[in-house]
């Protein structure tokens, strides 16, 4: 069980929008800053946002970031067959003293 | 260009030992924290481990407390994993990645993983 709850599948066309849910806790989303990645088949993880919503030189702008108290949500608009892949969230979990990631959330374009 | 290699994994008996390494370029090295990650076949990521700049402090998780011990050589550019006493459920790929300069919380680089596997 991770310690962040992701939902394990989402759908969505190209073209189209899609959102991907974080959910924690005040030990490590609340009050910590929450980074998104992306891991494409057979590929190490990128980074995608930090902070919270910043993005790293080099990552386009149709993926964007957000948190709200516990929560956080990378979106994606205009969906390419080149974003599928598995996304995972992370923080710190200051009660742990650790690095938490979410379960993951595979992300097929249809 | 920052790149970051890791090598040392293999196949190990359960109760075994290996040491995994991360050569850094490209980056000023004693200027980060720095990470081991790891990915169990077909799961998710799990962070291992951190260490920072100096060597200072350190980090697990909880299941490899006591187990593994991270360590750096600023002067070599490299990361270090040293792994006793492994268990099947240790069976992953292990990636190095640089963390930030102030805080260890996110990841901004990460090696192509080298592959540990625990098994009779």
């Known amino acids: 069980q991770s310690v962040l709850t992701q939902p394990p599948s989402v759908s969505a066309a190209p073209g189209q929008k899609v959102t991907i849910s974080c959910s924690g806790s005040?030990?490590?989303?609340?009050?910590?800053?929450v980074s998104w990645y992306q891991q494409l088949p057979g590929t190490a993880p990128k980074l995608l946002i930090y902070?919270?919503?910043k993005r790293p030189s080099g990552i386009p702008d149709r993926f964007s970031g957000s948190k709200s108290g516990t929560s956080a949500t990378l979106g994606i608009t205009g969906l390419q067959t080149g974003d599928e892949a598995d996304y995972y969230c992370g923080t710190w979990d200051s009660s742990l003293s650790a690095v938490v990631f979410g379960g993951g959330t595979k992300l097929p374009v249809l | 260009e920052v790149q970051l290699v890791e090598s040392g994994g293999g196949l190990v008996q359960p109760g075994g030992s290996l040491r995994l390494s991360c050569a850094a370029s490209?980056?000023?090295?004693?200027?980060?924290?720095m990470s081991w990650v790891r990915q169990a076949p077909g799961k998710g990521l799990e962070w291992v481990a951190n260490?920072?700049?100096?060597?200072?402090?350190?980090y697990y998780v909880d299941s490899v407390k006591g187990r593994f011990t991270i360590s750096r050589d600023n002067a070599k550019n490299s990361l270090y994993l040293r792994m006793n006493s492994l268990r099947a459920e240790d069976t992953a790929v292990y990636y190095c990645a640089r963390s930030g300069s102030y805080f260890p919380d996110y990841f901004d680089y990460w090696g192509q993983g080298t592959l540990a596997t625990v098994s009779s």
């Open positions: 260490i920072k700049q100096d060597g200072s402090e350190k």
């Open positions: 005040s030990s490590n989303i609340g009050n910590n800053y």
């Open positions: 902070e919270n919503n």
């Open positions: 490209g980056f000023t090295f004693n200027n980060y924290w």
